[in-house]
């Protein structure tokens, strides 16, 4: 076994998270940041994500998701925490968000659950000045994986919806709820269960650029017609297939 997953795994257990320091050298991080800019200058300072590996194609964030060394972890770390295996034809699911503008701030204290067991995030872009930095907020492991897809729909429904993600925003801005807080540092790897943790980011200032590539791996419904209908938004919205890739004409 990966001796250095069963660690990240344990400290994802124990702390919520695991960090790796430095994950990508300063010259990646500046050709991630180039990319970053090149796609923000058409979106005129206000917020957008981009979805999956073609839509991201060429990119180091598209490399990043395609490369072995990555998929070994977050495939180890998927065995880990569910006892499983992932799925033979699992891909890594990469989405860039990039958070500017009023726009920026509507995207901010969105509390969700990922619908994959292992989430890895990559700041390329963090603003170091200000009250709010676009931390990353978790309540870790706060449910177990779910391998009975009709359970995980009506767990979200409970723990997952407009009222919900409302009132947990509202209790944390006034410190009734103490999460984790992540201050994230460019070029590091954060290591999450984003299925069984409730998490979003902090606001920042709308002048600022905050901008995360996540890694999302190992859906435990990938097999479930029910979860396909009723989750998975995100990628119906940008008409593509489960593993981030457009489907064939
Ligand atoms: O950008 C972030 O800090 C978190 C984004 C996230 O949780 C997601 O895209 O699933
Ligand atoms: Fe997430």
Redesign the pocket.
Known sequence: MDTSAAVQAAEIDRNGFAVIEQYISAEVLEQGRAFIEQQAANHEGEYFAIHGIEALGGSIVAALALSAPLKETLAELYHLQTGREPAATEQIFPVIRCLQGRNGLKQSHFY???ATAV?A?LPLFIPTEGEHCGDLIIFPNLRRVRFNALRNVIEKAVLHNTLSQKLVAFAVKRSWLRPIRLKLVPGNLYLFS?YRSL??NDQCDPAMLRATA?F?FGNPHHDSLLARLLLGANKRRAKLDHNGLKPVN
């Open positions: 969700h659950f990922d989430t995030l984003g998490h979003a996540l999302h």
